[in-house]
């Protein structure tokens, strides 16, 4: 037997070791549906039935898909079975979910730490350790022109998407509007903007989280590597290697805590917001969803068809960051990992190490098509009527005041108080958003993720440095 037959054979025992028996996946489809029936048959008042019952029923059903998982033994099934099990604690137990956020904190303040000396380590090896810096040039110019064609034709489907639906428009506004956990804005002028993208201090900078400044010293650093003497330039690149792989490893032991993180956030989420709020911003949250739907498939999908991409083994290979990062609403939780997982996909470190981090301040699609869906439901629930010219000048400055939000849950909640602010418009309905920012967070940060990924796929192409999975490089 060959060593290819070899290969295979193992894989197929692996895939064999982890599939779970029939018997099992049977018996969770059969208790799926007495569950979803029995629900039903209460929500009609067809058939007279106790809470207790219910909770009971589900949590069998919950018991199965956990007996699944581990049959499994695949982080991307336990991270969404700890979505499913959280949702159902936070409905039974709230008082108790709302005290598991300190997990997700826990989890989220052990990404941030990685998050700063993987850029710089990736980011100095990849520009200094090829030392070509006009490649370095012509991934910043790719990277930006395809950054902001997609950003712009995103805020265009949240503008339009917003018109149409007009979700703001007979709302019904909840007596009391809790603003105690809104973020205070002070409006930011053009050149406050622009001095903040580049750092004054790097250690301030790391402490803040600030990842578009962490991104422009590591390139100015790198690029300083690259042009030093022999002597000295080995010893560095020696040493952001050995960085870069060590918060990998880091990453790895990070990644087996995550599924306990996105439990506790989505246990919490549930726990203190609960579902009556809900039925008053159904419609704009519905718009949203539809609007992001409608950018992956309308614009990131052709991308990737026209650059004959492998869909399936793409939507594979960035599965597992896109489910945490729609759990915990983080991107910087996910970045590590995709990172990782486009390597694997085929696209070389230097360019992931460039094209990532640098995403995440100018590629956040999902961001601004929701800042430019939020700001005009703010006006619609106002009362305000805004003209086309004014919508138009409102998407112009959100193109600016969008980048350089850091990957953190709320951030963009942030920017959108100071675009209502800087045009006039109330602030009070953004706390009412607040009451399901949650919910728009994962999906925004979900698309944001997805968007990076692909981008940093395509300038791999362009560069034509892509190498398909088990073929030759992609020119």
Same mark, same amino acid.
């Given at each position: 037997?060959?060593?290819?037959?070899? @290969?295979?054979?193992?894989?197929?025992?692996?895939?064999?070791?982890?599939?779970?028996?029939?018997?099992?996946? *049977?018996?969770?489809?059969?208790?799926?549906?007495?569950?979803?029936?029995?629900?039903?048959?209460?929500?009609?008042?067809?058939?007279?039935?106790?809470?207790?019952?219910?909770?009971?029923?589900?949590?069998?059903?919950?018991?199965? +898909?956990? #007996?699944?998982?581990?049959?499994?033994?695949?982080?991307?099934?336990?991270?969404?079975?700890?979505?499913?099990?959280?949702?159902?604690?936070?409905?039974?137990?709230?008082?108790?979910? $709302?005290?598991?956020?300190?997990?997700?904190?826990?989890?989220?303040?052990?990404?941030?730490?990685?998050?700063?000396?993987?850029? /710089?380590?990736?980011?100095?090896?990849?520009?200094?350790?090829?030392?070509?810096?006009?490649?370095?040039?012509?991934?910043?110019?790719?990277?930006?022109? *395809?950054?902001?064609?997609?950003?712009?034709?995103? #805020?265009?489907?949240?503008?339009?998407?917003?018109?149409?639906?007009?979700?703001?428009?007979?709302?019904?506004?909840? %007596?009391?509007?809790?603003?105690?956990?809104?973020?205070?804005?002070?409006?930011?002028?053009?050149? %406050?903007?622009?001095?903040?993208?580049?750092?004054?201090?790097?250690?301030?900078?790391?402490?803040? =989280?600030?990842?578009?400044? $962490? &991104?422009?010293?590591?390139?100015?650093?790198?690029?300083?590597?690259?042009?030093?003497?022999?002597?000295?330039?080995?010893?560095?690149?020696?040493?952001?290697?050995?960085?870069?792989?060590?918060?990998?490893?880091?990453?790895?032991?990070?990644? *087996?805590?995550?599924? /306990?993180?996105?439990?506790?956030?989505?246990?919490?989420?549930?726990?203190?917001?609960?579902?009556?709020?809900?039925?008053?911003?159904?419609?704009?949250?519905?718009?949203?969803?539809v609007a992001l739907i409608m950018f992956l498939l309308l614009v990131l999908f052709p991308i990737a068809l026209f650059l004959r991409i492998p869909v399936k083994k793409f939507v594979k290979a960035i599965a597992e960051p896109?489910?945490?990062?729609?759990?915990?609403?983080?991107?910087?939780?996910?970045?590590? #990992?995709?990172?990782?997982? #486009?390597?694997?996909?085929?696209?070389?470190?230097?360019?992931?190490?460039?094209?990532?981090?640098?995403?995440?301040?100018?590629?956040?699609?999902?961001?601004?098509?929701?800042?430019? !869906?939020?700001?005009?439901?703010?006006?619609?629930?106002?009362? @305000?009527?805004?003209?086309?010219?004014?919508?138009?000048? $409102?998407?112009?400055?959100?193109?600016?005041?969008?980048? =350089? &939000?850091?990957?953190?849950?709320?951030?963009? !909640?942030? $920017?959108?108080?100071?675009?209502?602010?800087?045009?006039?418009?109330?602030?009070?309905? +953004?706390?009412?958003? !607040?009451?399901?920012?949650?919910?728009?967070?994962?999906?925004?940060?979900?698309?944001?993720? @997805?968007?990076?990924?692909?981008?940093?796929? &395509?300038?791999?192409?362009? %560069?034509?440095? *892509?190498?398909?999975?088990?073929? %030759?490089?992609?020119?």
């Amino acid at each position: 037997m060959d060593k290819s037959s070899q @290969i295979t054979e193992k894989k197929n025992v692996e895939v064999k070791k982890n599939q779970a028996p029939k018997a099992l996946i *049977y018996s969770l489809f059969s208790s799926l549906f007495v569950a979803a029936l029995l629900t039903l048959l209460k929500s009609y008042k067809i058939l007279e039935i106790e809470a207790p019952v219910l909770v009971v029923v589900r949590w069998v059903v919950i018991a199965q +898909i956990i #007996l699944y998982a581990i049959y499994k033994r695949s982080l991307t099934t336990w991270i969404l079975i700890s979505m499913i099990v959280g949702a159902e604690f936070g409905h039974d137990l709230p008082q108790i979910a $709302i005290g598991m956020n300190l997990v997700s904190k826990i989890f989220l303040r052990l990404i941030k730490t990685i998050i700063a000396p993987l850029l /710089f380590a990736t980011i100095v090896c990849g520009i200094a350790g090829h030392s070509n810096l006009k490649q370095v040039g012509r991934m910043s110019w790719k990277s930006l022109v *395809y950054f902001e064609g997609v950003t712009i034709i995103a #805020l265009f489907i949240g503008l339009i998407a917003i018109n149409v639906s007009k979700a703001g428009v007979g709302v019904t506004v909840p %007596e009391a509007i809790n603003q105690a956990n809104a973020p205070e804005v002070v409006p930011q002028t053009t050149a %406050e903007i622009i001095l903040h993208i580049f750092p004054e201090n790097i250690a301030k900078s790391i402490y803040e =989280g600030q990842v578009l400044q $962490i &991104v422009i010293f590591s390139i100015l650093f790198g690029i300083a590597v690259a042009m030093m003497k022999e002597k000295y330039y080995g010893p560095m690149i020696r040493f952001t290697e050995s960085l870069a792989e060590a918060m990998f490893k880091f990453t790895q032991i990070i990644m *087996y805590f995550a599924p /306990f993180a996105v439990f506790a956030a989505i246990s919490y989420s549930v726990g203190h917001m609960g579902i009556d709020i809900l039925v008053n911003l159904f419609k704009l949250l519905a718009t949203l969803y539809v609007a992001l739907i409608m950018f992956l498939l309308l614009v990131l999908f052709p991308i990737a068809l026209f650059l004959r991409i492998p869909v399936k083994k793409f939507v594979k290979a960035i599965a597992e960051p896109v489910t945490l990062a729609f759990a915990t609403t983080s991107s910087e939780s996910a970045l590590p #990992l995709a990172m990782e997982r #486009l390597e694997e996909f085929g696209v070389p470190r230097k360019i992931v190490a460039f094209v990532m981090p640098t995403g995440y301040s100018f590629n956040l699609a999902g961001t601004t098509l929701y800042l430019s !869906l939020a700001t005009i439901f703010v006006a619609q629930i106002s009362g @305000i009527h805004l003209s086309i010219d004014k919508q138009l000048i $409102i998407m112009f400055t959100l193109m600016l005041t969008s980048k =350089g &939000v850091a990957g953190v849950p709320r951030a963009s !909640l942030v $920017i959108l108080l100071g675009t209502a602010a800087s045009f006039g418009l109330p602030t009070w309905p +953004i706390y009412i958003i !607040l009451g399901i920012d949650e919910l728009m967070d994962m999906a925004r940060t979900a698309v944001n993720v @997805i968007g990076n990924c692909l981008a940093t796929v &395509v300038v791999a192409i362009w %560069e034509k440095e *892509y190498i398909r999975p088990g073929k %030759e490089i992609v020119s």
